[in-house]
Structures are given as C-alpha cells and as structure tokens.
C-alpha cells in the first residue's frame, strides 16, 4: 500500500441562520487506486462501472458522494464495500465526473 493524497470538497452548509461556504481539505490516507480489471467489469450490471472508474481498497473509511481529486482528475465516491469483522479493508468505486 501507499500513501494517497485526496482534495476533499466539503458542502457548504447552513448554521444559526447563516450560509457557510463549503472548503478544500487535503487528506492522506493509505491505499490502493486502481483500475477494474475486465473479470470484475463482468460482475456489475451493464453500464454501472465505466473503464474511467477506479477501484480503491484501503483501511480507512470514506463517505458516499464525497468528491475526491486523483491524479488530476475528479472523481465521486460512491458504493463501499465493507467485509466487518471478517477483514478490515473497505473497497469503493471511484466514478469519473467529468468537470
């Protein structure tokens, strides 16, 4: 594994009345960023997983629709996979938005 660098986007929110604009926050975390292979494109339905996602397996844990910057481009964080006690990895997919 290595240490990935991702840009965050935080939405800005309402407090006390009071729009807060959203900010960049730079996280580390340790990863592994790659593409599916073709054997694991077989596993989704039609059309889920394009080959501009990305596969990122790490220990750490993210939240759904977080948007991320890797390797220049600008990707959304979406569907984690969890194995509980049985393993402490988690997996998400990591789609392309195009900007």
Do not use: H, R
Not at 26 to 55: A, H, R, W
Not at 64 to 89: H, M, P, Q, R, S
């Amino acid at each position: 594994m290595s240490t990935l660098t991702f840009k965050v986007e935080v939405d800005g929110k309402w407090e006390k009345g009071k729009w807060i604009d959203g900010e960049i926050i730079e996280k580390q975390i340790e990863g592994v960023c790659m593409p599916f292979t073709s054997q694991e494109l077989k596993n989704f339905p039609e059309g889920y997983v394009s080959l501009d996602d990305k596969d990122l397996k790490t220990y750490s844990s993210l939240e759904e629709n977080t948007k991320v910057k890797f390797d220049g481009k600008l990707y959304k964080v979406c569907k984690g996979l969890d194995y509980g006690y049985l393993a402490d990895i988690k997996n998400y997919i990591l789609k392309e938005v195009k900007e």
